[in-house]
């Protein structure tokens, strides 16, 4: 029962064109919402979150847009660039688990690739 | 440190072997994760510290699977008669803070841990 979806295992863009991310989630529990970017053998890096009460959080080339009626949220990278190709995980927190804890729930990631 | 170690970075045992993986977190970070990422999978809970307490244990797989963290500093993962299925990358993760939230976390760069 995966609750935090990424559909797509792999994405092509050119680069200095918009590279879009989509996240899929189930849990109407989460309260925030974030991104992490990942390059092989190193662990994931946080790149942006966004709190269920927004629609939107930019930083930079970074955009992340909330649909919380659709439960539906999405990464802009814009413009694209050779250095963003990584596998992107969406991830969500505020599930309660058994001590109150907040991990994080991931999604399988997509893998981006910046065409030259 | 500067970010969080974790050591070995690369661990081979046969089946029905002991292993131990070690985290050092960032210093002065009370919060501490384990994750495991399986091929193809996003990085899945495995437990959660604050401080030197497992404040929720609830995604170990089984009983074979034991962490501490005496000092409230540096965690172990204890994996007991491994299994071909215990392979995956053992991912630690550290924050300054107790709920997730906007900020993330920070993981090291894991432990692939391959059994044969």
């Known amino acids: 029962d995966q609750q935090v979806k990424q559909n797509s295992p792999s994405l092509s863009v050119q680069e200095g064109r918009i590279s879009i991310l989509n996240c899929d989630y189930t849990?109407?529990?989460?309260?925030?919402f974030l991104w992490y970017k990942k390059y092989p053998a190193e662990g994931p890096t946080f790149l942006i979150s966004?709190?269920?009460?927004?629609d939107k959080n930019e930083d930079g080339r970074f955009t992340v847009f909330l649909n919380k009626s659709a439960k539906h949220l999405s990464l802009h990278i814009v413009p694209s660039q050779p250095g963003d190709s990584a596998v992107y995980f969406c991830?969500?927190?505020?599930?309660?688990?058994?001590?109150?804890?907040?991990?994080?729930?991931f999604g399988k990631g997509t893998h981006l690739i910046i065409q030259p | 440190g500067a970010g969080v170690s974790q050591t070995p970075s690369n661990k081979v045992t046969e089946k029905g072997k002991y292993v131990e993986l070690r985290c050092d977190p960032i210093s002065g970070h009370t919060a501490l994760y384990w994750y495991r990422q399986s091929l193809g999978q996003g990085p899945e809970f495995l437990i959660y510290f604050q401080g030197t307490g497992a404040a929720d244990d609830s995604g170990l797989p089984n009983d074979r699977f034991f962490a501490v963290r005496p000092e409230g500093s540096v965690s172990t993962l204890k994996i007991q008669r491994t299994e071909r299925g215990d392979s995956a990358v053992y991912l630690c993760?550290?924050?300054?803070?107790?709920?997730?939230?906007?900020?993330?976390?920070?993981f090291g760069s894991g432990t692939r841990l391959t059994v044969v």
């Open positions: 991830a969500a927190s505020g599930e309660k688990r058994g001590g109150g804890a907040d991990g994080l729930t």
């Open positions: 993760a550290s924050s300054l803070f107790t709920r997730t939230g906007m900020h993330g976390y920070t």
């Open positions: 849990n109407s529990m989460f309260d925030y």
């Open positions: 966004i709190s269920s009460i927004k």
